[in-house]
């Protein structure tokens, strides 16, 4: 069942015409968030095309091709544990390796966290009442999981900072976010380094729109939330998020 390698455009197209073919929804596995904006370039959401998490704002989504408009179909179901952290601490980390371990598909769950001490995991109605089975340690501490009926949702927190730039072109914006020079930013970007928007761009001079998402390779993932004011030099002062 575990197989990273994933042609995201081809299996929705073959999920597409088998939909339309047999009138009957198909789904696609939970796609990341690169997966995700390759899909909706060529397949945007529509009254037949809806993209879903299980909760607004998921990071992790199924596209799901619909019958028709009368359509609601969604397996989506959130799982939930306890997880007693007074002993021994988990993290992400090692809930994942627990998952990997069942030889469980990658794009088959999707968003999953810890918060005060609860584990809480979306995948398909299928793979929770598996892994409610299943999972039943993570890193030598027992858990008991169950399917819930609420959707909660993820609360990100996050940093506010600004930097000073000469220009929010992305090579500038790079350099400031990974504190090296124009000149090194500029070949992380050509070496692929750099995501925007979860696509790869190599145009070091591309300028950035207000809310768009930059990763880093060995930095993070940044929101750029625009210029905030010019300096006496013509120098930009930008703002910026970053998820803690």
């Known amino acids: 069942m575990n197989n990273d390698s994933y042609d995201v455009s081809a299996r929705l197209k073959d999920l597409q015409n088998q939909s339309e073919r047999r009138y009957m929804h198909t789904e696609s596995g939970f796609l990341n968030e690169e997966e995700l904006a390759e899909a909706s370039v060529h397949f945007p959401e529509s009254a037949l095309i809806r993209y879903d998490g299980g909760y607004p704002g998921a990071r992790k989504k199924k596209v799901i091709f619909l019958r028709d408009e009368e359509d609601d179909f969604s397996d989506i179901v959130c799982i939930s544990a306890k997880a007693d952290q007074r002993f021994r601490t988990i993290g992400h980390r090692d809930i994942l390796g627990a998952i990997m371990h069942l030889q469980v598909d990658r794009h088959s769950f999707g ?56 220009s929010p072109r992305l090579d500038s914006l790079v350099a400031a976010l990974a504190n090296v020079s124009r000149t090194e930013a500029q070949r992380m970007i050509r070496q692929e380094k750099v995501q925007v928007n979860h696509r790869t761009l190599v145009n070091t001079a591309e300028l950035c729109d207000n809310d768009s998402t930059i990763s880093i390779r060995g930095s993070g993932r940044f929101t750029f939330r625009g210029v905030i004011r010019h300096t006496r030099k013509d120098r930009v002062v930008v703002g910026f998020s970053q998820d803690i």
């Open 111 to 166: 968003d999953l966290w810890i918060d005060n001490d609860r584990i809480y995991l979306y995948t398909s109605q299928a793979m929770g009442e598996f892994l409610c089975d299943h999972l039943i340690r993570i890193a030598n501490l027992s858990v008991s999981f169950e399917i819930i009926p609420e959707h909660p949702s993820q609360v990100f927190r996050t940093r506010e900072f600004e930097a000073v730039v000469s």
